[in-house]
């Protein structure tokens, strides 16, 4: 059987890229840290490490065993506090990984909620782009990650969803500009975010019948807005990321049909965690109002 000890030193040199700085994060000493890597590597009976230049990488053995490592691992932690949670050995932590316009439109009331409601609930928060935050859930980083999709999304490999609700897709144009529908652009200039967010564009703008000419691309809310203020291009923006920031030089319109789907995803077959639980209550009280209006 693989030693867990072991497993967690090379996740870490994997995380970290080198024996030094994954000995840092361990508090082991160097020689420790080979020591367990040569011992893991007797188990298996394969390379794991190899030489290069004057570091390490993983082999692809060594790769593949570190990712399903880092899933067994985050599962036992995560069966850890379940059951810490569960005796009553402490209040519990709940950790939440999700993107920048929810951590801005949602979390603060959900932390006030849960603060009022659960006080000695600690709550830590991740900010990052969906597929990140999914990747987290799986390999145990956080409880809840939350996420959309420009389609219904579908439950996969231990993933349960909980719907929370539909961001309308808005076309933002300068102020005056009261084309309020995306084909009456096919021949203005656009401006794209990222690769998820373009992809959403290019298909409204597909369904409208023409391919849009990008010639900006920022990921930033503020640039955009200001851009098409400015006369630059026009965008597509969510709802929930316009409630965020809004420049009082854009007109924003909603497109019919191209809302994206928010939901919380966690990880296994319920009943969820005590911790775990009280933040999806908390989401679904935050969000049973209209996206605009939190």
Not at 85 to 95: C, D, K, P, Y
Request: charged fraction near 20%; aromatic fraction near 4%.
């Amino acid at each position: 059987m693989l030693d867990v000890g072991r497993l967690r030193v090379l996740v870490a040199v994997a995380r970290t890229g080198s024996v030094t700085a994954a000995a840092r994060e361990l508090h082991f000493s160097q020689p420790s840290v080979s020591h367990h890597l040569a011992r893991l590597e007797a188990e298996t009976g394969a390379r794991l490490i190899q030489r290069a230049g004057r570091g390490i990488r993983l082999t692809e053995a060594g790769r593949l065993l570190a990712d399903r490592a880092a899933e067994i691992l985050g599962r036992l932690d995560i069966a850890a506090m379940e059951l810490s949670a569960h005796v009553g050995l402490r209040a519990g932590t709940v950790r939440v990984a999700t993107f920048a316009s929810a951590m801005l439109m949602l979390m603060p009331r959900v932390a006030e909620r849960l603060a009022a409601e659960h006080p000695g609930l600690e709550l830590e928060l991740t900010d990052t782009h969906p597929p990140e935050a999914l990747h987290m859930l799986r390999t145990g980083a956080v409880d809840v990650a939350l996420a959309y999709r420009n389609e219904h999304a579908v439950e996969d490999s231990g993933v349960r969803l909980t719907s929370l609700f539909d961001d309308p897709t808005c076309l933002l144009t300068p102020l005056g500009d009261d084309r309020d529908s995306v084909a009456a652009h096919r021949d203005t200039r656009w401006i794209a975010g990222c690769e998820r967010q373009r992809d959403n564009l290019v298909r409204v703008c597909a369904d409208a019948g023409f391919t849009p000419k990008i010639t900006c691309t920022t990921d930033d809310i503020a640039t955009k807005q200001a851009l098409v203020a400015s006369g630059v291009g026009v965008t597509l923006i969510p709802r929930l990321a316009l409630a965020a920031y809004r420049h009082p030089g854009v007109a924003a319109f909603e497109i019919p049909g191209s809302a994206r789907h928010i939901y919380a995803a966690t990880y296994g077959a319920p009943p969820d965690p005590p911790a775990t639980r009280a933040l999806l209550d908390a989401l679904a009280a935050v969000t049973q109002r209209r996206p605009h209006a939190i």
